[in-house]
Each structure stands twice: as structure tokens, then as C-alpha cells.
């Protein structure tokens, strides 16, 4: 399980964002096919899903499907 969370740093961007953010971008990779389960928690704590054994499940997200049929 991976989770983010709030921290001293982040919490900072809702009084000032140049001391919230270093303005550096990480990309991570992960393969979809290695991924359980990637799921949205909205405020009342219902998980909405959006990749289950690594499809998108999300609605809307159908399309994003595609390359991995034609395989």
C-alpha cells in the first residue's frame, strides 16, 4: 500500500507555495500489470477506483484501455 500523506512541507502550499514546493518533478514508473489497485479516497472515506489488475476502471477512462488489447 503507498499512500500520500500530509506533511510539515506540504502543508506549507496553503500559505505559501515557493516554501511548499522544491519545483522538482520525479517521474516513477510502475508497470500497470504489476499494479493491485491505484483508488481515489473521497472526504467521507469511500475509495473510488481508478486501475484494478492494471486496467482503468475509472468511468470515462475506457479509452486509456486500448493499447493494452492490442497487444
Known amino acids: 500500500e503507498?499512500?500520500?500523506?500530509?506533511?510539515?512541507?506540504?502543508i506549507l502550499r496553503k500559505e505559501s507555495l515557493?516554501?511548499?514546493?522544491?519545483?522538482?518533478?520525479?517521474?516513477?514508473?510502475i508497470p500497470y500489470d504489476e499494479l493491485g489497485g491505484l483508488y481515489?479516497?473521497?472526504?467521507?472515506?469511500?475509495?473510488?477506483?481508478?486501475?484494478?489488475k492494471g486496467r482503468f476502471v475509472l468511468k470515462g477512462c475506457e479509452e486509456l484501455n486500448e493499447p493494452?488489447?492490442?497487444?
Open 2 to 10: 503507498m499512500m500520500a500523506k500530509e506533511n510539515e512541507r506540504s
Open 68 to 71: 493494452f488489447l492490442q497487444q
Open 18 to 29: 515557493s516554501e511548499a514546493y522544491f519545483y522538482c518533478h520525479t517521474d516513477i514508473t
Open 40 to 52: 481515489g479516497v473521497k472526504a467521507d472515506g469511500k475509495k473510488v477506483p481508478i486501475i484494478e
